[in-house]
């Protein structure tokens, strides 16, 4: 027998030992108790193929999965020679490996697998809120969403772990849609200050708060506090806005009382004169009586807190004045703050110049009444002087007074013209017209009420 032949032989009977052995440990490895190694299967190792061994490869299970095998010897045969199985996870769970694997001849399944948990990523946080989920990051779980106070979602309220390892829904936001709170101030009456019209009002600022924002934009519609305010009612309103653009508003009521006195009478033959609004509290009216009339009672009436009036209404009367006094000071005094005079001074009654301008004195005795001037006239020479006042004589006493008093000559022609306060204001020599003296008066001794008084009579003479 050659020598290849018989190297032959001795290799299959090796290999044979050695299937018999493995056949009874089950195992891939020869154990020799001479050297207490493990000695690893030859590579160019075939097994001995055994179609109706049941135990050919080991039982194939797959935690948190499902195994279905279909084996050429029947439904009851798992994991047999040929056995081929189809590897299925869980929900939830995601097959790592080969979804089929086969029994073969090694002893050995054609491939690994195993189901790894599957996991969503981690939520972001949102602003102004926050979630809580069922079961964390897993599948099936549930995440609800809330918000801040004040904040109202915008979007899904909810996302959920799919099998996939994904999300549903998309992520929401927290929008602010709850208006900032406002709260003016009480509604305030105030009453004017005597003589006036207004009153000064302050308040607080608003008290505004906001659930989200703690900066707010309020603005002030209407007048500002401690200013003065009319009489009547004024409307504050204030508005508020937040970060967001949600508006509040609120408003109350600034009311000025003005406490008015009943409205006086205007004097038969005279007038008023009020400074403010004529019957506001504090306001002042002046009783003032027309030509040839003088005031009887008080000068002025004060309008009160509780509306009424101080004193009792004044009355103009006919003036009345006294010829048969002796001196000129106790005629003048008669006179004073109350009357305006114009001395007419001539040698005799049949003077021309006298003649002339008493024709024009008459004629323009309307008008001087009107500007409250009397005209007092000084004619001739002693023994035969006369002194007269609307026809009424004087007593040469008084004559002499007011000659001497006011430089008055019986030479010739002249006038003086004297003020309320007996002044000497202004002297003529020659005849004067009443629109030349007129207006000298105007110009110069009317006051503004009178000036007024004068406008509205104008007509009155004509």
Known sequence: MSRFN??????????????????????????????NEVVPEEEYYTPRLDYRNPRWCHFLSLANGDVTCHSPRGGNYRS????????????GYKLLGRTSVQ?????????????????????????????????????DSRCDYICEPGYRIEGDHSR???????????????????PPKI????????????????????????????????TLDVTLIGQRPDTNFKEGINIIRYTAHDQAGNRAACKFIVRVEVRRCPVLKTPLHGYLTCDSDGNNYGAVCEYHCDGG???????????????SWTEAPAECVTMEFKTDVNTASA???????????????????????????????????????????????????PPREVGRIKGRHLDTEVIEGLRQAFRISRSYFNMVLLDKDGLDHERFITPTTSDELFSYID????????????????????
């Not at 009339?293 to 509306?307: A, I, K, L, P, W």
């Open 6 to 35: 018989i190297l032959f032989l001795f290799t299959l009977t090796f290999i044979r030992e050695l299937q018999g052995h493995n056949e009874v440990s089950g195992s891939g490895t020869t154990l020799h108790s001479s050297y």
């Open 80 to 91: 047999t020679l040929g056995t081929r199985c189809e590897m299925t996870c869980d929900r």
């Open 103 to 139: 029994c073969m001849p090694n002893r050995r399944w054609s491939g690994t697998n195993h189901c790894r948990q599957v996991r969503c990523n981690t939520l972001h946080l949102i602003w102004h809120g926050t979630y809580h989920c069922t079961q964390g990051y897993m599948v």
């Open 160 to 178: 959920t772990c799919l099998d996939r390892g994904s999300w549903s829904g998309a992520e929401p936001i927290c929008e602010d849609h709850d």
């Open 183 to 214: 709260k003016c101030p009480m509604s305030r009456v105030k009453v004017a200050e005597p003589g006036k019209l207004t009153a000064r009002v302050s308040w607080d600022p608003p008290v505004v708060t906001d659930t989200a924002d703690k």
């Open 293 to 307: 009339h003088e005031r009887r009672g008080t000068s002025s009436r004060v309008c009160q807190f509780d509306r």
């Open 331 to 381: 005629l003048l005094d008669q006179f004073y703050d109350k009357r305006r005079l114009l001395i007419v001074s001539a040698p005799n009654v049949a003077h021309g110049d006298y003649k002339l301008q008493n024709l024009m004195v008459q004629k323009a005795d309307c008008g001087l009444d009107l500007r409250q001037v009397t005209v007092i006239e000084l004619l001739g020479s």
């Open 443 to 462: 110009d110069n001794l009317l006051d503004e009420e009178e000036r007024r008084r004068l406008e509205l009579h104008r007509d009155y003479c004509d």
